[in-house]
């Protein structure tokens, strides 16, 4: 190929790339920004690096935008992590022990953080990519995200599913079902206080 059709290619290749990546995630927010609440179960399954044996879990959820979720564990383990605009909060039930971070420092970078973000937040800290019909795939743009990849999946506006490729090249799959779209949640069902005994980490301190 001559050489000076190559400038002329990759101008053309990227002038086309923007105009698409621009429409999926307007694509995806179309699909978020109607999504006030929403509460439900999930069954995942997580591949270790190199693995094709899942480590399975269940679980509830629920969420309410902007910036608060929660996500429990119920089986095998019991685990509960909370998320409201200023704390990170992880309870173990099983070690008996409760964590605490702040979101400032999180960049937002989890995936339950990312569908329950803001717009602005989403446009600046992410590229999305049509993955499929409903599937669209995100990828941080800076360092620091918990996850290299998020692939999320939606039936019309159901979510129904979600893949993570995490920063130790794990894989999640994530089902849900039994969903409840703007299910009637306040921001005192996030509330969450330390059990009296557990033993206490805080990071924000």
């Not at 509460?39 to 309410?64: A, D, H, N, V, W």
């Not at 339950?112 to 803001?118: D, I, K, S, T």
């Not at 794990?170 to 949640?185: G, W």
């Amino acid at each position: 190929m001559p050489r000076k059709l190559l400038p002329t290619m990759a101008l053309l290749l990227f002038s086309t790339s923007l105009p698409a990546l621009a429409d999926a995630t307007d694509d995806l927010l179309q699909h978020l920004n109607g999504l006030v609440s929403l509460t439900g179960e999930f069954s995942q399954q997580q591949y270790p690096e190199g693995s094709t044996q899942p480590i399975s879990s269940e679980g509830q959820f629920k969420l309410l935008r902007p910036d608060y979720f929660s996500w429990e564990i119920t089986a095998p383990d019991s685990q509960l992590i909370i998320a409201t605009p200023e704390y990170i909060w992880q309870h173990d039930r099983d070690l008996e022990t409760v964590t605490r971070r702040p979101v400032a420092g999180s960049e937002k970078s989890s995936p339950l953080q990312v569908l329950a973000g803001e717009e602005a937040a989403l446009r600046a800290g992410y590229t999305v990519e049509q993955a499929g019909p409903g599937r669209f795939r995100l990828t941080p743009t800076a360092s620091g995200a918990d996850f290299r990849q998020l692939e999320v999946e939606f039936a019309g506006n159901t979510l129904t599913g979600m893949e993570i490729l995490d920063n130790l090249g794990q894989r999640v799959d994530v089902e849900f079902s039994h969903l409840v779209r703007d299910a009637p949640l306040g921001k005192s069902d996030f509330d969450f206080t330390p059990p009296k005994g557990a033993d206490l980490f805080y990071y924000d301190e």
